[in-house]
């Protein structure tokens, strides 16, 4: 399916009251703002600890009793899904199918523990994903007063009516907290029984996606940290020495080093009209929740009435919470307003991620790391 222009966007409605989403097309000319990193951050067992008895944290949701003490739900893909997250091979959405976005995250996940590369969820690969700790495929949480405050607005398809706005933040809560668990609405209601209230307070069953307390950065002057929280990424992530995005399987990978993949996440890349550009290229730098600058010359399909205009920060941005710069003028690596259409719709020749995927990944580069574009 070919992204609309930005004057032609689809939209679509949930069968609850709870959603309305617009798909949005993606540009790609943001300025690029770094933020300065120092301490230690804590280790993951601290972090959850922490953020699960921090009652002040917004973003750290108390886990809640099955009742009667019955044991989680069952759902090995979903549950695998959210084990290959957690060990940073994204299948994207977490939504419990099998797609190509969980086979290639399987393949990539094999490739790096040594696996036959076979992209199916067999006994050894479960053995190696899972360990002897499986992590639950879903929870029960307390949803924080603080994080279900909001505050939440209608997000207008025009980029000139989105450049009054003074943020293009969540449309819903319920928008928010898919997100906040690397899924989508329509899975919230799949897993929640009719009927299910959402607000400060209210359980809420959701994929098993921990906390991630607000990171302290040095001169955040964007609120980066209370991004990451949000989005349950941890700040600390292992380091890339170089990354590279393949247009034969969607996908981009890290590796270290030592050429070794610890990372990969699905992406969009590309059009007809806006070819991935294949090369070797470098990143030049970082910019967490960005400005976005839309300039209609960078845009075939713009309306020629469009004017050039700026847009403020947030998740529902163009280019979603964080701008990758490349050396290749005006394209990047970036985040979605739209996190269920990557992989199956096209761009405007940059690499979309998931919010939480672009989060996690602009805390494992850094300006030098080498790209490299291959089809």
Request: hydrophobic residues 35%; charged residues 20%; glycine residues 10%.
């Amino acid at each position: 399916m070919r992204v609309s222009s930005p004057n032609h966007r689809e939209s679509f409605a949930l069968k609850t009251h709870l959603l309305a989403l617009t798909l949005l097309c993606t540009a790609c000319n943001v300025s690029v703002t770094d933020a300065n990193e120092s301490g230690r951050a804590p280790s993951d067992s601290e972090q959850q600890s922490a953020a699960a008895n921090q009652g002040g944290d917004p973003y750290a949701f108390t886990i809640v009793p099955e009742p009667g003490g019955a044991p989680a739900r069952a759902d090995s893909i979903l549950q695998a899904q959210v084990a290959l997250d957690r060990a940073g091979f994204s299948p994207g959405v977490l939504d419990g199918k099998e797609g190509m976005s969980f086979t290639a995250a399987l393949k990539g996940f094999q490739e790096a523990r040594g696996l036959p590369e076979t992209g199916k969820y067999d006994e050894a690969t479960a053995r190696a994903l899972l360990g002897d700790s499986p992590p639950p495929a879903t929870w029960l949480v307390t949803i924080p007063e603080g994080f279900a405050r909001g505050p939440y607005s209608n997000i207008p398809t025009e980029y000139a009516d989105q450049a009054k706005l003074p943020a293009l933040g969540y449309r819903n809560l319920i928008e928010k907290l898919a997100e906040r668990f690397h899924t989508k609405p329509e899975v919230l209601v799949a897993l929640n029984a009719p009927g299910t209230k959402l607000g400060p307070g209210a359980t809420v069953r959701v994929p098993a996606i921990g906390n991630q307390p607000v990171a302290r950065i040095e001169g955040d002057e964007r609120g980066w940290g209370s991004t990451l929280a949000s989005l349950a990424v941890a700040k600390d992530q292992p380091q890339a020495d170089h990354i590279v995005v393949d247009k034969s399987d969607g996908v981009l990978r890290v590796f270290d080093a030592q050429d070794k993949l610890i990372a990969q996440f699905p992406a969009t890349m590309g059009s007809q009209h806006d070819p991935l550009p294949l090369g070797t290229w470098e990143i030049k730098g970082i910019s967490r929740n960005p400005d976005f600058h839309y300039n209609p010359d960078l845009f075939w399909d713009a309306d020629a009435k469009d004017e050039k205009a700026v847009l403020k920060p947030g998740p529902n941005g163009p280019v979603g919470v964080v701008w990758i710069d490349l050396s290749k003028p005006h394209y990047g690596i970036h985040g979605t307003p739209e996190p269920q259409t990557i992989g199956r719709t096209e761009s405007h020749g940059c690499i979309r991620l998931t919010n939480w995927d672009a989060a996690r990944l602009a805390q494992m580069v850094k300006s030098g790391v080498k790209a490299v574009f291959q089809a």
